[in-house]
């Protein structure tokens, strides 16, 4: 089974190759990576998490198109990194900055939980998102992630280590 989302025109599906295209091109916006660790040098940097990715196989990553209704990408959602001992991953999410505000985010990281909980007998995901980025972390907290720590110097963002909070949700 694939995770759904519940509103009308946008669906979840696994991503492709031929997303890469629009993916690098609304995460090259300044605005859509200015909150990320993202270090976009060129579309190439997408091609192996899209290779990698196989929500066939639960010990895999699995990564997720969020499209419309013509099948055009706006956002992603999945896992980039999984484990196995507890089973869970981290989950991670991109929205094109034109879809921010209207709760997709949120509610694409719920379906992929869900989905990850039920599928892949995940016992708990991981999240994290920048101490400055309080749009992320509400979109983690309306999917039921609880923060759990502030991570010091984590991850680097635009030349510096930065502070991210590190979120989990374990199986209901």
């Known amino acids: 089974m694939m995770p759904r989302l519940h509103r009308v025109g946008l669906h ?13 091109a609304y995460l090259s916006m300044p605005d859509a990576v200015e909150h ?21 196989n639960r010990d895999a990553p699995a990564l997720f198109a969020i499209v419309d209704d013509l099948d055009e990408l706006i956002g992603t959602v999945g896992f980039h990194t999984v484990w196995t001992q507890p ?26 939980a869900q989905w990850a909980f ?7 995901i991981d999240a994290y998102a920048l101490d400055s980025n309080s749009a992320s972390q509400r979109v983690l907290e309306k999917s039921g992630f609880l923060p759990i720590e502030l991570m010091q110097g984590l991850r680097t963002v635009q030349g510096q280590a930065r502070d991210f909070w590190r979120y989990r949700r374990t199986r209901d």
């Open 12 to 24: 979840l599906r696994p991503i492709a190759m031929a997303d890469a295209p629009a993916w690098f």
């Open 118 to 124: 039920a599928e892949r007998d995940y016992a708990s």
């Open 36 to 56: 990320t660790s993202w270090a976009l040098d060129g579309i190439e940097v997408l091609y192996p998490q899209i290779a990698e990715s196989n929500p066939f």
């Open 87 to 112: 089973r869970g991953g981290e989950i991670a999410y991109n929205l094109h900055p034109a879809y921010w505000g209207r709760g997709i985010a949120s509610e694409a990281c719920e379906a992929v």
